[in-house]
C-alpha cells in the first residue's frame, strides 16, 4: 500500500510539473506569441541568425516542440530556405537545455513568491497582456513546487522492491535506458519535464550515472518525435524541419550510446552533483549536435529535399495548402498558416484582375468562364481560412491573437466580395463588350486599362497593410477610394451628357466598369480600416456636423 501511495505522489508531482510548464508556455504565447513568431521569421536568414533565432524563442516557449512548428510553417512553402530552419531546430535544442540548467539549481524557496506575484497579477491587472505574465509566473512557481516534491518523493522510491527490480532489469543495458526516456518524453511532449523527471532519479539514487546520461539522450530523441508525428502529411516538404531535427538527434544518440563510458567519466569529474550532472549532460549533448551538424546542414537540406519533395504542381487550386491542423495548438504558427492562404486568395484575384484588363483589349468571349473559374479559387480558400481559424481554442488566445484572427477573417472576406464584384459584374460587362463588338472611342480604352492597373496597385496596398501593417499604404488605400469616387461621379456626369447611341453605349460601358473597380476597390480599401483605426487615423463618418441634417457633407456618387 506504501508504494503504491508513493508511486501515486509521483505521478503527481510529475503532472504539476507537466501543468505548470503548460501554464508558462501558453502565458508567454498568449502574450508575445506572435511578436515571438516574427522575431523568428525575421531570424531565418542565415545559420548562424537561425541558430540565435531558435535558440531565444525556445528559452521564452520553454517548448521546442511549438519553435519546429513556427519553422516548419516559414519553410514548407519556401518562405525561408530549409538550411537556417534546422540550424534554428539546433538552437531550440539549446534553448531547452538552457531552461534545464536554470532549474537545476534549488529555487525551491522562490516558488511561494512566484505563486504570489502571478495571482496577484491574474487578478487585478488591466491589461491583459500583465494577466498572461501572471499566468505564466504561476506556472515557473509550479514546477517549483513541483520539482521539491518530487526529490522527497524519490527518497524511499530506491528502496521498494520494485523499483529496485526494475532497475536490476535496467542495469547495464543504457539502449533499454535511452528507450524508456524517450516513451516518457514524448508521452509528455517535453524533454524539459523528461529531463528534470530524470534528474531527481539521479538525485534520489534510484538511477546510476551512466542510466541517467542514456535517459538524458533518450528524453531528446523521444521530444524530436512529436512534431515528425503531429505534423500534417498532405504535403511531405512540411516534414523536412522536424525530420531533419530527428535526424540530428538520432545521430547524437548513436555517437552518445559509442561514447557513455567517456561521457560519464567527463561529467562525473566536472560536477559530480546528481542534478547538476544531469543538466550538464542535456546542455553537452545538445551544444556538441550544434557544432558537429551546423557545418553538414546544406548536404542534410539536399537529403531532405530529395526524399520528402514538393507536392504536386497540378494540385487543385482551390485546396488550402498551408492550413495545418496539428498547428493549432500554437495560435502564432496557425495565424502565419491563415495568413500565407488568405495570400494565395489575393494571388487569385490578382490574375482575376489581370485576366479582365487583358480580355477587354483581346475581346475574349470566353474571359467570364475563365474568371469563374479564379473566383471558385478565392471563395474556396476563404471558406478553408474561415473553418480553420475557427478550430483555434479560444483560451490558447491572446488579445494580439484574437484581434489578428479578426483581421484575416475580414481580409479573406473582402477578397472573396472583390472577387465575386469581378465575376458576376465586370466579366459579363467584358464579354458583353466582346460579343457586341462595341468600338470605343479614342482613349477610352487606355482609361479602361489604366483603371485595372489602380486596381491592381490597390490590391498590393492591401496586402502590404495586412501583413506588414503598412500605414502609408493604408492610408494611400483610403486616399484611393476617394479618388474612384470622384471618377465615379465624372464617369456618370459623362455619360448624362452622351449624345447619339454610339456615345451612350460607349459612356455606360465605362460608367459600369468604373462602378465595378469601385466596389472593388471599397472592399480592398477595408482592409486599411482596423489599422487606420487603431492608430487614430480614420474619422468615423465624412458628415460635417453629425448633429445637423444628415444631408450635409455628402457627395452625390
Not at 154 to 175: D, I, K, N, Q, S
Not at 296 to 301: G, V
Request: aromatic fraction near 4%; hydrophobic fraction near 55%; glycine fraction near 8%.
Amino acid at each position: 500500500m506504501s508504494e503504491a501511495w508513493v508511486m501515486l505522489e509521483l505521478a503527481g508531482g510529475a503532472a504539476l510539473l507537466l501543468w505548470g510548464l503548460h501554464m508558462v508556455q501558453s502565458g508567454v504565447m498568449r502574450a508575445y506569441g506572435s511578436r515571438l513568431r516574427q522575431r523568428l521569421g525575421a531570424g531565418l536568414a542565415s545559420r548562424r541568425t537561425g541558430f540565435a533565432a531558435g535558440l531565444a524563442v525556445t528559452a521564452l516557449l520553454q517548448s521546442s516542440t511549438a519553435t519546429a512548428f513556427m519553422v516548419a510553417s516559414f519553410c514548407a512553402g519556401g518562405a525561408v530556405a530549409l538550411v537556417p530552419g534546422l540550424a534554428a531546430m539546433l538552437g531550440a535544442n539549446v534553448g531547452t537545455a538552457l531552461i534545464v540548467q536554470v532549474l537545476s539549481f534549488d529555487a525551491s524557496a522562490l516558488a511561494p513568491l512566484l505563486v504570489l506575484a502571478g495571482v496577484v497579477s491574474f487578478r487585478s491587472a488591466r491589461h491583459s497582456r500583465a494577466r498572461d505574465l501572471g499566468r505564466a509566473a504561476i506556472g515557473l512557481g509550479l514546477m517549483l513546487i513541483a520539482l521539491e516534491m518530487m526529490g522527497r518523493t524519490m527518497a524511499p522510491v530506491a528502496e521498494a522492491p520494485a523499483m529496485r527490480a526494475l532497475l536490476g532489469a535496467l542495469t547495464g543495458h543504457p539502449l533499454a535506458n535511452m528507450l524508456v526516456a524517450a516513451v516518457l518524453a514524448w508521452a509528455m511532449h517535453s524533454s524539459i519535464a523528461a529531463v528534470l523527471f530524470v534528474g531527481s532519479l539521479h538525485l534520489a539514487g534510484v538511477i546510476g550515472t551512466e542510466a541517467a546520461i542514456a535517459m538524458v539522450v533518450g528524453a531528446n530523441l523521444g521530444s524530436a518525435l512529436n512534431p515528425v508525428l503531429e505534423a500534417e502529411r498532405g504535403e511531405w516538404s512540411r516534414l523536412r524541419v522536424p525530420v531533419g531535427n530527428l535526424v540530428n538527434r538520432l545521430a547524437g544518440a548513436v555517437l552518445a550510446l559509442a561514447l557513455l563510458p567517456v561521457l560519464e567519466a567527463a561529467l562525473t569529474r566536472l560536477d559530480p552533483d546528481p542534478a547538476r550532472l544531469v543538466a550538464h549532460a542535456h546542455l553537452g549533448f545538445n551544444l556538441a549536435m550544434a557544432l558537429l551538424a551546423l557545418p553538414l546542414l546544406p548536404a542534410l537540406a539536399g537529403m531532405l529535399k530529395r526524399v520528402l519533395p514538393d507536392g504536386p504542381s497540378g494540385a487543385d487550386p482551390a485546396a488550402p495548402r498551408y492550413l495545418d491542423a496539428a498547428a493549432l495548438r500554437t495560435p502564432p504558427v496557425a495565424l502565419a498558416n491563415a495568413e500565407r492562404e488568405a495570400l494565395r486568395q489575393a494571388d487569385a484575384l490578382e490574375e482575376m484582375l489581370r485576366t479582365l484588363a487583358a480580355g477587354f483589349r483581346s475581346e475574349d468571349r470566353d474571359l467570364a468562364r475563365r474568371v469563374a473559374r479564379l473566383n471558385e479559387v478565392v471563395d474556396g480558400l476563404n471558406r478553408a481560412v474561415q473553418a480553420y481559424l475557427a478550430g483555434l481554442r479560444a483560451d490558447l488566445l491572446g488579445e494580439e491573437e484574437q484581434r489578428r484572427i479578426a483581421e484575416i477573417r475580414a481580409f479573406a472576406l473582402n477578397l472573396e466580395s472583390a472577387g465575386d464584384v469581378l465575376e458576376r459584374s465586370l466579366a459579363r460587362v467584358a464579354s458583353r463588350w466582346a460579343r457586341e463588338g462595341m468600338a470605343l472611342p479614342g482613349g477610352m480604352m487606355e482609361s479602361i486599362q489604366a483603371m485595372h492597373l489602380r486596381a491592381l496597385e490597390q490590391l498590393h496596398l492591401a496586402v502590404a497593410a495586412f501583413m506588414r501593417e503598412d500605414a502609408v499604404a493604408a492610408r494611400r488605400l483610403i486616399a484611393e477610394k476617394e479618388r474612384m469616387r470622384i471618377e465615379e461621379a465624372e464617369s456618370a456626369r459623362a455619360f448624362a451628357d452622351a449624345r447619339g447611341a454610339a456615345a451612350v453605349a460607349a459612356q455606360g460601358l465605362l460608367l459600369e466598369v468604373v462602378r465595378d473597380l469601385k466596389r472593388v476597390g471599397g472592399h480592398l480599401a477595408a482592409t486599411a480600416h482596423p489599422l487606420l483605426e487603431r492608430i487614430g487615423a480614420l474619422r468615423a463618418s465624412r458628415l460635417n456636423d453629425p448633429g445637423g441634417d444628415a444631408s450635409e457633407g455628402l457627395t452625390p456618387a
